[in-house]
């Protein structure tokens, strides 16, 4: 049992949490799906999904309809049966004879299944992190090798993040594509699966006649279940070697290859062209520069001090009685969980030195020579404010979008409005390759 004063501590971190969470979702602008801001969150991006093909509107809203706000076996089970219930239909269709039915049928179990796990990481020894990821991956390749081009799984050799680590990729190649093409390479963040690349970013570009490659690098969702790392500062490490394969291609053009970062991956990909430099754009969805500072911001002042102490004992203690406490918010349970999850570590305090440490500073973006596109959400409470700050470091090199509320756009990473980010953002990106292939 906590020391009765550690206790006290606890109990005033949660209530002053639970006082910026509460005041964080009040001005929410978007129809709340769930009384659980995070829950709502999660559930808004499973309806988005809707807009790629992944999911069906009713069938979302009845899994919320089941779910209890803050209970997570309640979210787990209502999208575990959904998505069962979706891969039985799948396949009782016979696919010689209705091969569309049958892709665009695993394509929202897949997507069922993978939510499901959502909050659960909070044990790393729970089984259904691992055997109901496997489901929902094999409904995936199913549904890809039923595209009209199927898409095509390849692990590339990272050695620099780690011996013998490998980079799970999936390469989407666009219709007619008989010659060197422009590509997308599209990274998730810090708990984006790369699946759900396809229907919230690739369906655009592939309509652009566009190769779209979505990866994973340490730390993010297959990396982490099959070869138990967690997320690793030198990012670029994991994406070169991708770069190496792509441009030894005949079918992708090296002079036009773009990298997309979403969520924390508005980190990832700008820190990864400090390094390399074959990418003759960067797309920053939205513009990030430090997970901590997000994190400790949201902390009660005397939290944020004893972290700053370098207290890692007591810290850890403080947080992980938080974490396990039910009456915590479920964004402060579930952000911890998901920290400890994926930067595979069993110490808050950890995480946060890594996540700190995996930044963007005003001295590092200098050293990013290709033109950067800068998103923000104007409602954006997972990195707020972090965007226009970047772009004001990048300068002239960035071309910044603020996205707004008053069309719904103003969520975190444009979640729900996919079609307004990819017209903006690809419209830019069209510019950039077609001032590549004037030079």
């Known amino acids: ?37 995070e829950f709502s969150f999660q559930l808004q991006q499973a309806l988005s999904l809707s807009n790629g093909g992944s999911a069906n509107t009713g069938e979302v809203l009845r899994a919320a309809n089941e779910i209890v706000p803050g209970n997570f076996e309640s ?26 039915s049958a892709r665009d049928t695993y394509f929202r179990s897949a997507a069922y299944l993978r939510t499901s796990m959502f909050f659960l990481i909070g044990n790393s020894s729970d089984p259904r992190l691992y055997t109901v990821f496997d489901e929902a991956t094999a409904d995936f390749d199913k549904a890809l090798s039923l595209m009209e081009i199927p898409g095509k799984r390849y692990n590339i050799s990272a050695p620099n993040i780690r011996p013998n680590f490998t ?68 990012w670029w490490d994991a994406v070169s070697p991708i770069v190496d394969y792509l441009v030894s291609r005949p079918d992708v053009d090296a002079s036009r290859l773009a990298l997309v970062g979403e969520s924390f991956g508005g980190i990832l990909a700008p820190r990864t062209a400090t390094h390399e430099k074959r990418f003759a754009a960067i ?43 039910a009456s915590s918010p479920t964004s402060l349970r579930w952000g911890v969980n998901q920290g400890l999850w994926a930067f595979d570590t069993t110490s808050p305090f950890e995480w946060l030195t890594i996540a700190g440490n995996i930044n963007l500073t005003q001295e590092s973006v200098q050293e990013i020579t290709s033109p950067v596109f800068i998103g923000s959400g104007q409602n954006d409470t997972s990195f707020p404010g972090q965007a226009p700050t970047v772009a004001q470091w990048f300068g002239d090199k960035a071309f910044f979008y603020n996205f707004t509320d008053d069309v719904g756009a103003g969520q975190h990473c444009q979640i729900g409005a996919e079609g307004y980010l990819a017209s903006v953002s690809l419209d830019w990106l069209t510019d950039v390759f077609h001032n590549v292939s004037k030079r």
């Not at 690098?217 to 967690?230: A, D, E, K, L, Y």
Request: a neutral charge.
């Open 167 to 234: 980079a799970p990729i999936i390469f989407y190649k666009a219709k007619g594509c008989n010659s060197r093409t422009p590509t997308v390479l599209f990274g998730n963040g810090y708990d984006g699966p790369q699946e759900d690349g396809l229907p919230a970013y690739g369906k655009y570009v592939l309509e652009r006649g566009w190769n779209f490659v979505s990866y994973e690098g340490p730390g993010q969702n297959t990396p982490r279940r099959q070869q138990n790392i967690g997320f690793k500062p030198n």
């Open 75 to 100: 979210y787990y089970n209502a999208f575990y049966t959904l998505g069962s219930k979706i891969h039985n239909y799948a396949e009782s269709i016979n696919v010689s004879k209705y091969p569309i």
């Open 1 to 37: 049992m906590l020391p009765l004063v550690l206790s006290l501590f606890v109990a005033l971190c949660t209530v002053q949490i639970a006082d910026v969470v509460a005041q964080n979702s009040s001005g929410q602008v978007i129809f709340q799906l769930s009384s659980d801001p």
């Open 283 to 325: 797309i920053a969805i939205d513009g990030a520069y430090n997970l901590r500072d997000v994190v400790l911001a949201q902390f009660p002042p005397q939290l944020t001090a004893l972290y700053e102490s370098g207290n890692a004992t007591a810290f850890d203690a403080i947080l992980n009685a938080l974490r396990n406490n």
